[in-house]
Structure formats: structure tokens, C-alpha cells
């Protein structure tokens, strides 16, 4: 239904724009005050209240959180200022900016941030992005300063922090904020029409100042239809998918964006047996082809992840063996690909030989060859999977690539491999990627049946440890000792494509490195857009 309306609403949208004037650029002036964009539908199929976890990634425009992400990759202060840590790890103590308002005139203090942490403690159900589950309590000690108590120590607080943005204790109510938060960002939401536009305009009490531009409309649209808009000239600024990447359009230029959005397989590390889940219930888990290492470690480094880029994304993209090297806390360990003999060779030791000559290596009568998984209408990870089956066919293994919907991908997980999608700035991913006690207990934590105790361990160490160093330091571990074992294939950072208006300058220096999903993550410094 969903994308019956928004083709709709596109062929609505540009009948429109074409009466008023197909193929004619807008152009900067002394006047012009608004920018017209499509980033994606994600911001219209999810809340927009932060209490729900709404832009909890670093590109909230409604609302703020006591800290944010900067173009480092690093956090700083936004509606706190400064803060401290007690030695135990227990107690963070976080002063506030005084002088801020909420986008509704009303002032900000330490009530609200107290509000908005205990809402989110006592409905957690309801926001699976930001985890408060270790949270004691939350204080005001005064109108400017929050004390919050942990119940243990745990050093991914500071992201938890910055992935909560406050809303206003006074005006909250939770329907209402699903479309038009009050908060005390940059932008207000003044007209939202499910499944067709936002639009936002600029808070003249932003506490940075009001944004130079005075009116965004975020537009909702397929794909197709937001790329024809751009080329006949009515929007300022489009997302487009790698596919896009050699196309030109008059007036704009594609802007490519650094990410922590990986893409990697999952391997299952078990062979193929009966287990029960977390429910009790009887499941088939395991791959008797990747669960030999050897299969593993050949394809990680006997496949070509530029050519697999080149193929499948037209160059748009980093290889990447690991998580994106711009987080403080991800693996610098690296290594050549593209080893084609050496990965033969790790092969045949193992017993994996090409005894028919039909291409495809056999071991004890069981051929090489495993299925993976693209979910379905996604054709990027589509052709990833396709690239990497052709790159594999080198090695003499055959990787059969199906698609399936993310329900089906449930089922399917345990026992074949999964094109996914990672990028957080946040480590507890490894967390989701690595604990053995995930294994089975539901979503998509530790798939591939991944169980190290040495692993294990360094993930308590971090996450316990009692300061940010320690921590960093434990993660880097985790993922060289993990990284051993081959669980994931990784195969690429992807870049965030979008054409852009030449007339406008978006900050390209302040945009902080993209975060998983695509789309709306560029209005991360809208505030910073201006009109050349």
C-alpha cells in the first residue's frame, strides 16, 4: 500500500511541478529562503518523537540531546556543556546550557531532561533504539544540573546520551509528537502529511541561532520518481542509490558521503544440527559448508572487494575488511584481498578439491556452495551478493543468491548467509554481532551461532570498564580476536550518494560521518545550509 501512494503521490507531485515550469532550475537569490529535498522515506515510516527512539543517530533536527556527534566522529556538548564521570563509573553528572528554549517559547532545564529519561525508563518497550535498562536513577540537583546513578558500570553510556534527544516535560503528549515534536532544535515541524511531505521551518529560539534558510520540505516519493523531479528541476536535493552514480542532471552535482555503513555476510559458524530457541522451541541452525573456517577464510581474502564494488555499485563505496576506521573504537587490523592462490590453496589443504571438474570444489561428497540471502526490493545488497558469487565462483565456490523478506530472513538466518547492513557509532554492535548468549533469543543478534568465551569476556571487560580508554581498548580486542574466526564477510563502506543543487552549499565539512540509513542522515547540519 505503502508504495502505491507514494507513487501517487510522485505522479501528483511532478503533474504539479510540471505545470509551473518543467526543467527550470531554482536558482539562488537575495529572496530565496526554502529548499525542496527527498532523503529517503525512513523519516515517514517511523515516529518523530524522541521518547519512541526517533532520530536517535545523530541527525535529530527537532530536538537535542545533551550531546551530539561531530564531524570527528566524536562527541561534544549540545544541551549540556560540560560533565563528569565519578570514579566508580556510577554517576554522571551533566551541567546544562542555560538560556535555551523549545521551539514552543518555553524554557529548558534540568525537569525536562529528568522527564524525558524516566518516560523512556518506564515504557523501554517502546524504544528499542536507546537502552536505559542499567539506568538507577535521574536528579535534577538544581535547574541546570542532572545527576544520573547507574546500577552498574557501564561504558556505553556516553552514546546512550547522545542517542536520547529531551523533550519538554510540560508540553509532551506522545500522539502528538509521532508527527509534530516541540523541541529545541533547529527546525520545527509545522505541516506533516503522512506519506507525502514534512515541512519545516526554522526556530527563530534555536539557542545557535536561527538557520539561514527559513523553510525545508521533505518530500515522500520512490526512487524513480524523485530522480525524474530532480532532472525537471524541482528538487534542490535527491538521494540516489549507486545505480545512479554515472547519471548526470542539469544544474546539480552528486555529492558522495563518508559513512560507518558496512555491508557484510554472515557466515554461520556452526554445522547444521537441531537446537532449541529461546522459547523452547526445536530449530535448524548451521551450514555444513561455511561452518569450515577454511571456506570462511578464503573468501575473505581470496575475493576482490573493488572489483565486487566496481560490479555491483559502480565504484560507489570503501572496501572494507572490518568496521569503517572513522569510529575511535573499530579495528585498525587490515589485509590484502584479492589472494586468489592462497585462498586455492587453504581450500584444498582442507579436503576441499574440484573432483568432477565441473568448477565447484567437494569435500566428502558435500559440494562447496551455500546460499545467501538479499532482502527483497533491495537491489544494492542485491548485486552485492551477485558480485561476490561471481567474484567466488574463482575460488571453486558457488554462492547461490536469493532474495527473501525480512519475516522470511528470520527463518533463514541460522543456516545461510544474510547481506546486512551495520553502522553505529555506538560499539555495542559488536556486542549484537558477537555474544554467544544471543544466539537464538530473537531479532538479528549473533546470527551465524558465534560463541568464543575469550570473547565474551572482552565484551563484559568493555562494556564494565570505568572509563572510555579501557573501553576502546577492549573493543579493538574483541574485534581482532572475533575477526579471526571469520564469522562476517565484509565487504564495503558504502558512500551516501545525493545530487545536489549547485546553488546551494550544504555544509559538505560539517556533515558528520553517515550513520546505517541511507536517506536521512544528510539533514544531520541542515542548520549550516545557505543559499550561495
Sequence with gaps: ?????????????????????????????????????????????????PVKGAMSYGYSFTNNA????????????????????????????????????????????????????????????????????????????????????????????????????????????????????????AWKVVQYDANQQIILEANENYYAGAPEIKKITLVYMDNDAAFAAAQSGQLDIVMVGANYANETVNGMTLQKFETMDVRNISLPVLEEQTRKNSEGKEVTVGNNVTADKAVREALSIGINRQTII??????????????????????????????????KKLLEDAGWV??????????????????????????????LAVALAENALELGIKIEVKTATWDEILTLQNTAGVVWGWGQYSPTVLYSLFESELFLTGGYDNV??????????????????????????????????????EPYLYLVNIQHCYFVNDNLDISAETQIPHPHGHGSPIICNMQDWTWK
Design 1 to 49: 500500500m505503502k508504495r502505491k501512494q507514494a507513487g501517487l503521490w510522485a505522479c501528483i507531485f511532478v503533474l504539479c511541478i510540471t505545470l509551473i515550469g518543467c526543467g527550470e532550475r531554482k536558482q539562488s537569490s537575495d529572496t530565496k529562503t526554502d529548499v525542496t529535498a527527498f532523503v529517503g522515506t525512513n523519516i515517514f515510516e517511523g515516529s518523530l518523537d
Design 66 to 185: 545533551l550531546l551530539k556527534v561531530d564531524f570527528n566522529s566524536e562527541y561534544i556538548g549540545d544541551l549540556a556543556t560540560d560533565w563528569e564521570i565519578s570514579e566508580d563509573s556510577l554517576t554522571y553528572t551533566f551541567h546544562l546550557r542555560k538560556g535555551v528554549k523549545f521551539s514552543d517559547g518555553s524554557g529548558f532545564t534540568a525537569d525536562d531532561v529528568v522527564f524525558t529519561y524516566e518516560t523512556v525508563h518506564n515504557n523501554q518497550a517502546n524504544n528499542e533504539n536507546v537502552d536505559l535498562t542499567r539506568l538507577a536513577s535521574v536528579t535534577a540537583l538544581d535547574d541546570y544540573t542532572v545527576e544520573f546513578r547507574l546500577s552498574e558500570p557501564y561504558s556505553p553510556f556516553f552514546d546512550t546520551v547522545a542517542m536520547l534527544q529531551i523533550v519538554p516535560s510540560d508540553a509532551y503528549d506522545s500522539e502528538l509528537f509521532d508527527t509534530m515534536p516541540i523541541g529545541t532544535g
Design 310 to 343: 566496481d560490479h555491483a555499485l559502480n565504484g560507489i563505496g570503501v572496501p572494507a575488511v572490518h568496521f569503517t576506521n572513522n569510529l575511535v573504537w573499530a579495528s585498525t587490523d587490515t589485509y590484502e584481498d584479492g589472494k586468489v592462490e592462497e585462498a
Design 354 to 383: 574440484d573432483s568432477d571438474g565441473d568448477g565447484i570444489r567437494e569435500k566428502n561428497g558435500q559440494k562447496c556452495t551455500f546460499n545467501v540471502y538479499a532482502a527483497s526490493g533491495d537491489e544494492e545488497r542485491y548485486n
Design 448 to 485: 551465524v551461532g558465534y560463541n568464543n568465551p575469550q570473547v565474551d569476556e572482552l565484551i563484559h571487560q568493555a562494556l564494565s570498564a570505568n572509563n572510555q580508554e579501557d573501553a576502546i581498548s577492549y573493543w579493538k580486542e574483541v574485534q581482532s580476536t572475533a575477526n579471526q574466526d
